[in-house]
């Protein structure tokens, strides 16, 4: 059975009983989600979360977004894919297993495949190297690291697909070429590079930029650290001024349209986001309350925060908090959150300036 949501999704029912938009809801948007695997259900914010980014990303190629782009989203156990999930060229769709995976980021499956369907669009197809940096390049699939990620060289997987084909990687390098080199000239090598082998890829790029890669590839590599692109989390013109202090109590349900992610029997995954201005740097407390949650099999999983700082390879980090109490020096500038609760429950967030009372008025 094949449930198709189109629009806004019609959640609070069940998938199975929620097969059609009410009649009063017309069908809009540029995602069609066609659920044939129950398991899931997406959350009330996954379709305006989802469509914002497809926008950004149609923004940030440059090419306005078509009035009939449309994308469906086939949720289906066996998938015509040569991975987990897949965008394909030929039917215009995306391809997935399940709504969400767990070592993802909620909805990151999704975001990664929905941008190869913008790109197939604004600017046609290229190689993997450059379809796969582009689409990871523009938000970040995995979940959010622990530790720092080093800088890695990337010309041995020119020519590689699948496992051999660091995404992340390949992310950085294309970001790398954008910023240096500008989005026109990459827009050029992404449209003329059509031939997958190590020479091919080599020469486009030096017909291009007039470089050689390994040249490209040492600056790369000598240039600090190197980064993604965060689309899908650093909005500024929704961003919440932070001065001495900020707090947010969330009821976590996948009901909320607040929240993107899918919740199924035992698992749910979902998130939301803000985005903060801090006008001022200095010392900060950020403090996480929420329950945990326990798997059926015996495993605890804590709600976290992720606090990221917007801009770019130079100011970029991410922290990753459990609950409690925790000492930040922050600098000035645009931050966001991803809120990442570990069950339906109610989990607080704030944070406050340690030294204001040292702040002139």
Known sequence: MRCAFAGILALGLSATLAC??????PLQGH?????????REPCAGWSSHLEAHVERIFEFLGVPV???????????DDV?????????YDT????????DIGNRRPTGVLRHELAHAVIDRAWGVSVPF??????????RTAAWPVLSEPTLPVGDMLDAT????DYQAAARFVRFLIDTRGRAAFEQLFRATQERSQEAIRASIEAVYGEDFDSLESEFLASGPACQYQLDLCDEESAERLGTSWFEALAASCLDPDFYGSDGADDPLLATRRTLQLDEGGSYRLRLEGELNVSPGGIPRFPQVALVRCGGCDQQ????????????????????????????????????????????P
């Open 80 to 88: 015509p894919c040569n991975s987990y999930a897949c965008y394909r």
């Open 66 to 76: 078509p009035p009939d782009f449309r994308v469906p989203v086939y949720v289906e």
């Open 92 to 99: 215009k769709a995306v391809y997935v297993p399940d709504l």
């Open 317 to 360: 980090f991410t922290r990753l908090f459990q609950p409690g109490e925790h000492e930040l020096e922050l600098e000035a500038g645009l931050y966001a959150l991803e809120i990442l609760p570990a069950d339906t429950s109610v989990l607080t967030v704030a944070i406050d300036r340690v030294d204001a009372g040292e702040s002139p």
């Open 162 to 165: 699948g496992l051999a084909l």
């Open 130 to 139: 450059l379809q796969e940096g582009l689409a990871e390049a523009m938000a």
């Open 20 to 25: 059609a938009p009410p009649a009063s809801q």
């Open 31 to 39: 995602i069609e989600l066609v659920l044939e695997n129950l398991e």
